[in-house]
């Protein structure tokens, strides 16, 4: 492994342990230098009422569990944009369907140098489980492999298998964070909303008038911290479904592939087979 691509690695596995307590920090700044911006206040006092019709002051209003769920928000960000970076990456130049049924093609013509060369233009995770495959199969395809057919066989596959299991991680990875958040972030809005209505009880209960103010705020803490709560959980399941979808989608056409790969090569054990008895049937038809 080069250097570079031990760097790629170290980043990649370092990368969610960097963003989590990073996009803490950006919230705390967006909760208080912009959220609680005096500008969007009444008076310019931030423990006052917002200003009609500024979305912002409300959202503050929201208390310290905001600073939270805007964090979630920024890790969401984060790593949607890096899942589809990633899966953009993985599904190659071109459409897959297309491309395996290309290799088909290529195999049944037994052009196998021509297959290997469309890997290298596809690129992406089925590409590189072909070409895996291919390289396999074209050595062990040579006259006088140290190898029984039936050997040859499960190796090939136990190859394809052992690639396809390199590629899936690549795959998959990050989408537990996003189906997290997609729990978590919906169990603190909740906890928000909880926290707000034991504030406006806490000012309703008080003896003599009730505060108007603190039950106000109680109120708006709940249904803000709810709102964000509620929207980013379900930002998360779209985005979760629809990477599952693109993964789903992938694997197939790698197994499509691997079944291809493997029929060819049964097919030319088969066809040598034939042609050895066949050979042998002339062989003896001459000598008698």
């Known amino acids: 492994m080069s250097k570079s691509s031990s760097l790629a ?13 990073l996009s803490v920090v950006i919230a705390y700044f967006i909760y ?3 959220l609680g911006n005096p500008g969007n206040f009444e008076g310019g006092d931030v423990t006052a009422e917002p200003l009609e019709g500024n979305y912002l002051g409300v959202i503050h209003k929201g208390g310290p569990i905001v600073i939270l769920l805007v964090a979630f928000q920024v890790i ?6 890096e899942r589809l970076v990633a ?11 297309l491309f395996v049924r290309k290799i088909k093609g290529m195999l049944d013509n037994n052009q196998l140098n021509n297959a290997l060369e469309a890997c290298d233009t596809q690129k992406g995770s089925v590409a590189n489980v072909i070409k895996n495959g291919l390289n396999t199969f074209q050595e062990m395809s040579q006259e006088g492999y140290p190898m029984a057919e039936e050997q040859k066989v499960e190796t090939l596959q136990k190859e394809l298998e052992e690639a396809t299991q390199l590629e899936l991680p690549l ?5 537990v964070i996003i189906s997290t958040l997609a729990s978590v972030a919906t169990l603190i809005g909740l906890l928000g909303t909880v926290t707000g209505m034991i504030k406006a009880f806490a000012a309703l ?28 959980a379900a930002v998360a399941i779209i985005f979760y479904n629809y990477f599952a979808s693109r993964i789903d989608k992938l694997v197939y056409a790698i197994d499509e592939a691997s079944y291809s790969i493997l029929h060819a090569f049964k097919t030319r054990k088969s066809l040598r087979a034939a042609f050895s008895q066949n050979g042998q049937a002339k062989a003896k038809e001459a000598v008698s």
Do not use: M
């Open 76 to 81: 969401l960000l984060t790593f949607i944009i």
């Open 87 to 97: 899966l953009y990456r993985a599904s190659g130049s071109g459409r897959n369907g």
């Open 9 to 21: 690695e170290t980043l990649k596995s370092g990368f969610a342990a960097i963003v989590i307590p």
């Open 32 to 34: 208080t230098q912009i």
């Open 205 to 232: 209960a008080r003896a003599g008038s009730p505060d108007a103010i603190g039950l106000a705020g109680g109120i708006s803490q709940a249904l803000v911290t709810t709102a964000l709560g509620i929207s980013t």
């Open 171 to 175: 795959l998959s990875n990050n989408l």
